[in-house]
């Protein structure tokens, strides 16, 4: 009896001690986070495909909204639009990877294309790189990003394969709907 008297004893003070600690806060997103805030909004964005190997020249139109997700790590957006004469519907997510320290992109759309890029924001200009096998080859992709101001950008997308030199593709201007 005295023995269970102890154990419970020791189990109250254990169970008092540890109610007693509190859960360390949640994270707060950082400085580089707060960056990402740029794109939070709805966006027109129009611009145009250049010929390549990579796919025919045309003009596209898009209606992009992005909000911040719980907790203010990321940004999600969902997009749709004309490109090819077909709508394509896409949704991303853009955080920061503080283990890598650089900015992530991820997209997928409802034509099967699915992107992961890896990204750095100097001043005013968003640069992300990406890979991606194609053909037989890697295909080597930089999206260029620059903010014109507080509610417009203008961007640009270059791709090569191997080692070849990278090539404009496409073009555009995004602003945001106010």
């Known amino acids: 009896m005295k023995k269970l008297m102890a154990r419970l004893l020791l189990v109250f003070f254990v169970a008092v001690i540890v109610g007693a600690q509190e859960a360390p ?72 990877d503080l283990i890598q320290r650089d900015y992530v992109f991820f997209e997928t759309n409802n034509i099967g294309e699915n992107t992961f890029s890896r990204g750095t924001v100097d001043g005013d200009t968003w640069t992300w790189t990406n890979e991606a096998p194609m053909n037989g080859k890697v295909v080597h992709g930089r999206f260029t990003l620059k903010q014109l101001g507080n509610d417009s950008a203008s961007y640009k997308f270059e791709m090569g394969a191997g080692s070849d030199p990278l090539a404009l593709i496409m073009e555009g201007k995004e602003t945001r709907i106010k």
């Open 25 to 96: 806060p949640p994270p707060k997103p950082g400085p580089e986070h707060a960056k990402l805030g740029f794109f939070v909004g709805k966006w027109t964005h129009e611009g145009e495909l250049k010929p390549s190997p990579y796919g025919p020249s045309g003009k596209f139109a898009f209606m992009e909204e992005c909000d911040w997700l719980p907790g203010n790590f990321a940004v999600a957006c969902h997009t749709q639009g004309q490109m090819f004469g077909m709508t394509v519907t896409g949704m991303s997510i853009l955080s920061y």
